[in-house]
């Protein structure tokens, strides 16, 4: 890599986009290529460069941050990607990380802090936001039951059988004789237990078991 890191920063909110360009421009260590407005642009700009570093939103218009991750690692896999998003939940770091970025920095970092990421992921290596890496070895350190259906209630198991038919939340409670915001606090509680984000994951967990 030269001594300076050429670099594209990519997100949808133009001032945010010009500022982070300024800040890292302002550096002698960085030059910023090109700026991009969406996941397609960030593809587009990333093969006409070729840059040692893409900076680069989650949620954007158009393909995403995700999808646009996974095409520039696959085409370019020697530029290093750094996710700046304010996006706080595990799932979205992982599923950044598994696209294929390198470091992964919330937006309310000062600009100081974050020139001296985009050093260091761009010298190789890898960087998460320390609150957020914590949360995630939390996460992970905590055990699992090996089913986690077992951890139901037995009105909660039998709100999953009907949910697992098809019906809604007013069709069960008619069933179980339970008013219909009685389901919902139910339908809660599972989710929760089963580390599932919806209705049609944990009904698929059922299916999947029988």
């Known amino acids: 890599m030269a001594d300076t890191i050429r670099i594209v920063v990519v997100d949808d909110h133009p001032l945010f986009r010009e500022g982070v360009a300024h800040s890292l421009d302002s550096d002698p260590r960085f030059e910023v290529l090109a700026e991009a407005a969406s996941g397609e642009e960030a593809v587009e700009a990333?093969?006409?460069?070729?840059?040692?570093?893409?900076?680069?939103?989650?949620?954007?218009?158009?393909?995403?941050?995700?999808?646009?991750?996974?095409?520039?690692?696959?085409?370019?896999?020697?530029v290093?990607?750094?996710?700046?998003t304010v996006a706080e939940d595990e799932d979205s770091l992982l599923a950044a990380l598994k696209s294929g970025a390198h470091g992964y920095v919330l937006k309310g970092v000062?600009?100081?802090?974050?020139?001296e990421i985009v050093r260091r992921v761009a010298s190789g290596e890898?960087?998460?936001t320390p609150s957020l890496a914590a949360r995630m070895l939390a996460e992970f350190g905590r055990p699992r039951?090996?089913?986690?259906?077992?951890?139901l209630s037995q009105r909660e198991s039998a709100v999953l059988e009907l949910l697992g038919t098809g019906l809604t939340n007013r069709e069960i409670g008619e069933r179980l004789h339970l008013a219909e915001k009685t389901v919902k606090h139910y339908m809660t509680s599972i989710l929760q237990k089963l580390h599932v984000r919806s209705r049609t994951e944990?009904?698929?967990?059922?299916?999947?078991?029988?």
């Open 46 to 78: 990333a093969r006409r460069l070729s840059p040692d570093m893409v900076v680069m939103d989650l949620n954007m218009s158009g393909c995403g941050g995700i999808a646009a991750a996974e095409t520039i690692s696959a085409i370019l896999p020697a």
């Open 80 to 84: 290093r990607i750094l996710m700046l």
């Open 110 to 115: 000062a600009a100081g802090e974050f020139r």
């Open 202 to 210: 944990a009904a698929l967990m059922t299916l999947r078991r029988d």
């Open 145 to 151: 039951p090996a089913d986690p259906l077992s951890q």
């Open 126 to 128: 890898a960087y998460v």
